[in-house]
């Protein structure tokens, strides 16, 4: 009897102290995490100090912009798609011009770079998607299509950018190979969705995964091309997805998405007071940046808790395309208003910022 009594008590005075430690390592984690959020706040508010670079040249509203892969000297290259048909590529450190891409003869929606930047595809209203040589600018492909080509990826291969994808108002999805005559039909071709495409993202070798106003992602394996492996209804019509390090973010309404490439696993959703029409993750993970069309700001965002950490300000116009830069320095956005910015998204110098 005795025994069990200070048996009970014994088990008691442990649950007490277990909760004590429970209490306290909470109390711990919570301040931690304050500690933390206190300093990217921190270290967000000291960046908004640095004026942003300013890239003109564009005449109408720029629709897209893509970073490459970084070099192995730290330097890489920026794409822009604009409404005026005048693809340009720049230095993605300083913004500097290097040359713009002429043949187009309608709106230019997508551009986006190869694995190893020799090459760069452009989606047009020309009813065309272009390959351009990167080095010369030459065009060296031009695939037709029977209406507006609204988004157009490389395989992420570097031992295979002969392929690549487009899609758009036709609502199919095209598969071209480079070393094909030019006048050759696509090397695959199905119906993909109930609306316009407007995003596609060649995440794998035989992974390809589209989006568009039918609120829709939808990944598709090109071993059974017209067979969706995976779909998944978000809360708007989508404009843009981004691919980074395995992981697919894309804006839908009034929320921020982030999937597994892969695997189709959510990773994360982020309420947000406000419509936006696009977003890029930094890489690491730490914040994501958000434009919309309903407004000329530049949201960056706590991944974490999602809370605002800074509004930059500085476009005349909706916000129609973000990136972070492949190195997180930087983060650059194109508009409405024919401009693209670069606004620094890391302390200390770098590139023109001293």
Known sequence: ??????????NL???????????????IYRHLHFLYTLKISMDQSQLSRYLPL????????????SFSNIYENGSYLMISACKDGAPMLRD???????????????????????????????????????????????????????????????????????FCVTAGNEKKIRIWDLNREESAPAVMEWVGAEGTIKSALWVEQSVIIT??????????????????????????????????KGSVTVA????????????????????????????????????????????TWVRIHDFSTGAVLDTLKGHHGPVHSISYSPDGQLCASAGEDGTIRLWKSEIGPYGLWK
């Open 1 to 10: 009897m005795y025994i069990s009594s200070f048996a009970f008590l014994i």
């Open 13 to 27: 005075h442990f649950l007490i102290f277990l909760s004590y430690i429970n209490h306290f390592l909470h109390h």
């Open 54 to 65: 300013t890239c003109t040249g564009h005449s109408r509203p720029v629709t897209h912009l």
């Open 92 to 162: 993605g450190v300083t913004g500097d011009w290097i040359g713009t891409f002429t043949g187009h003869k309608g709106a230019v929606w997508s551009a986006r770079f190869s694995a190893d930047s020799e090459l760069a595809i452009t989606a047009s209203a020309d009813f065309t998607a272009k390959i351009w040589d990167t080095n010369s600018g030459s065009i060296i492909a031009s695939y037709g299509h029977n209406h507006i080509v609204r988004t157009a990826a490389f395989v992420p291969s570097y031992s295979q950018t002969q």
């Open 211 to 244: 989006a568009g106003d039918d609120k829709c992602m939808k990944w598709w394996d090109l071993r059974t091309p017209d067979k969706m492996i995976d779909s998944v209804t978000l809360d708007g019509p989508i404009s843009q997805m981004e691919e980074r």
């Open 252 to 295: 839908a309404g009034a929320a921020v998405y982030t999937f597994d490439a892969l695997d189709r696993t959510p990773v994360k959703k982020q309420a947000l007071d406000y419509n936006a029409s696009t977003v890029s993750i930094h890489p690491s993970r730490k914040k994501f940046a958000t434009g919309s069309t309903n407004d």
